[in-house]
């Protein structure tokens, strides 16, 4: 091993530099939660409909934040490529993993507060008058999925910083990645926006969710040295 | 060398196809449901079948190139990965002959695994351009053998999701690929199997001899133009 | 055997394997062109190779 910080105080550390970066530039989220309600007004006037239920509205909830996280992770590592920071990080004496922890980490804070503004802007504006939402549930499947969505954001928005066509190549290569999310996200949100309130089916759904993002979590943290690698 | 054996696998190849075909159009009955048109299944699921191995196989080299930094294994992985593309979209298109012929429609979205073949496929498109938008050739190797990886894994995740929203059992031909067939069927299906495999060795092994004897020519060039010049 | 029914939806059955059989000529094709590619790099090397020769 290395002489150098231990694998979680080096993530904290990275995952600090990152939040102040956020903080100081207010770039990635502000654009996110933006886009998201824009996609929202869109969709109204696309459709001509005023409110959405059941299905439709769990469907458009989900395509409307993975699209918005797509924008967060094309800027994901981009104080590295621009400054050069990626060198000085490689420098130091921190595991890799650090550098993936810190990196999935910043990104699920992100998704997070995305998803405080983009879901009750939802509900304010498309959501079907008188719907119960079962609020405690669906915080339970958002944030379990934003494990997922950040280990997977975090390993393409890796494997696209060295391209040319880096943002094209995120777009593409990160939705199909979490399409299996968009479903189980879609099947488990769509009884807890209804009055049927929550169902049966929630916890198979959940339990899903948590093996995709096991998966690739360990996944991540195996293949993420390769592609920090010089 | 790539092309040892090439010529014998060849001709098994050219073989193998023959009798398979001779066997479903002379051999295997005409389905008691479908008729004539099952005769699709033949094709169609040993091409899908062959295509999802060629998939995980080149996430398996992948971690092979990985381990041990040949860059032969990267080449065979990014073949593998290479024809199977090539392979899915025969597979696409004869699914969709096939759900047409069935059902009356181009596409189906109740049929999970062409469903999530097309996930699946739309996902192995991107292997090409983000490996040639990578310019140091050491690192293309790399972060191609990294995508090869995570897509292998994803394969069957994505098969678990979409198998799980289908709300009952619908029924379908190819329950477990030939267990529930005519014994003259599963023949012919498990011989057109065997034949699709060789079909997809054989342009795997063309495909890497070439590359291999472009890549041996650009060496003695270089090796050439610094004393000719 | 039977006579291609192609009333019957032979007509599908017979446009899959047209499918099939044109993916390979297509790669057949391919290769034939990266063969000629191949023929007319190593013609060039061999060229150069004869002038270095014949200059040293």
């Given at each position: 091993?290395?002489?150098?910080?231990?694998?979680?105080?080096?993530?904290?550390?990275?995952?600090?530099?990152?939040?102040?970066?956020?903080?100081?530039?207010?770039?990635s989220v502000p654009a996110m939660a933006l886009f998201s309600v824009t996609v929202f007004v869109l969709l109204h006037f696309g459709t001509g409909r005023d409110t959405f239920s059941g299905g439709l509205a769990a469907g458009l909830l989900w395509v409307t934040l993975l699209l918005a996280t797509v924008l967060g992770v094309n800027r994901l590592f981009v104080a590295e490529r621009e400054q050069g920071g990626i060198d000085a990080v490689l420098l130091a004496p921190v595991d890799r993993t650090a550098v993936f922890i810190g990196k999935a980490a910043a990104l699920f804070l992100y998704l997070v507060?995305?998803?405080?503004?983009?879901?009750?802007?939802?509900?304010?504006?498309?959501?079907?008058?008188?719907?119960?939402?079962?609020?405690?549930?669906?915080?339970?499947?958002?944030?379990?999925?934003?494990?997922?969505?950040?280990?997977?954001?975090?390993?393409?928005?890796?494997?696209?910083?060295?391209?040319?066509?880096?943002?094209?190549?995120?777009?593409?290569?990160?939705?199909?990645?979490?399409?299996?999310?968009?479903?189980a996200g879609a099947s488990a949100t769509e009884p807890l926006l209804g009055a049927a309130g929550s169902a049966p089916e929630l916890l198979r759904w959940l339990g899903f969710i948590g093996v995709y993002d096991m998966v690739f979590l360990l996944l991540s943290v195996a293949v993420f040295d390769f592609l920090l690698e010089d | 060398m790539f092309g040892r054996g090439l010529r014998a696998l060849s001709v098994a190849t050219a073989l193998a196809v023959l009798v398979a075909f001779g066997l479903i159009f002379f051999y295997a009955p005409n389905d008691a449901d479908q008729g004539f048109v099952q005769k699709i299944f033949y094709l169609h699921v040993p091409l899908a079948i062959v295509c999802l191995g060629g998939f995980i196989?080149?996430?398996?080299?992948?971690?092979?190139?990985?381990?041990?930094?040949?860059?032969?294994?990267?080449?065979?992985?990014?073949?593998?990965?290479?024809?199977?593309?090539?392979l899915g979209i025969a597979v696409l298109i004869t699914g969709s002959i096939w759900a047409k012929a069935s059902w009356g429609h181009w596409?189906?979205?109740?049929?999970?695994?062409?469903?999530?073949?097309?996930?699946?496929f739309l996902l192995y498109c991107v292997y090409q351009p983000l490996r040639f938008s990578i310019e140091d050739s050491e690192r293309q190797a790399r972060y191609a053998?990294?995508?090869?990886?995570?897509?292998?894994?994803?394969?069957?995740?994505?098969?678990?999701?979409?198998?799980?929203?289908?709300?009952?059992?619908?029924?379908?031909?190819?329950?477990?690929?030939?267990?529930?067939?005519?014994?003259?069927?599963?023949?012919?299906?498990?011989?057109?199997?065997?034949?699709?495999?060789?079909?997809?060795?054989?342009?795997?092994?063309v495909e890497l001899t070439s590359k291999h004897s472009r890549d041996m020519i650009r060496r003695l060039r270089r090796r050439l133009e610094p004393a000719g010049g | 055997m039977p006579a291609l029914p192609l009333g019957t939806g032979g007509t599908y059955v017979a446009a899959a394997y047209v499918v099939f059989l044109a993916l390979i000529f297509v790669y057949v094709v391919v290769i034939g062109a990266r063969a000629a590619r191949l023929e007319r790099d190593l013609a060039a090397l061999t060229d150069a190779l004869d002038k270095k020769e014949a200059a040293g």
């Open positions: 091993m290395r002489n150098g910080p231990g694998l979680f105080s080096a993530s904290w550390a990275l995952l600090r530099k990152d939040l102040a970066i956020e903080l100081r530039t207010r770039e507060l995305l998803e405080v503004v983009a879901v009750p802007a939802f509900a304010l504006l498309l959501l079907a008058q008188g719907s119960a939402v079962a609020v405690l549930p669906l915080a339970g499947v958002l944030l379990l999925t934003d494990i997922g969505l950040a280990a997977v954001g975090a390993l393409v928005a890796a494997m696209a910083s060295e391209t040319r066509a880096r943002d094209l190549v995120v777009p593409m290569l990160l939705l199909p990645l979490v399409v299996p999310l968009a479903i | 196989a080149g996430g398996v080299l992948a971690v092979k190139f990985l381990r041990s930094g040949d860059r032969a294994w990267d080449l065979r992985s990014y073949v593998a990965i290479h024809m199977s593309v090539i596409w189906v979205w109740n049929e999970p695994t062409l469903v999530v073949f097309l996930i699946v053998s990294v995508f090869a990886i995570t897509a292998g894994v994803f394969v069957p995740l994505c098969f678990a999701a979409v198998r799980l929203a289908q709300p009952l059992v619908h029924p379908r031909v190819l329950t477990g690929a030939g267990a529930s067939l005519p014994p003259s069927m599963a023949l012919t299906f498990f011989v057109c199997l065997l034949a699709m495999t060789l079909v997809y060795v054989t342009l795997c092994k | -």
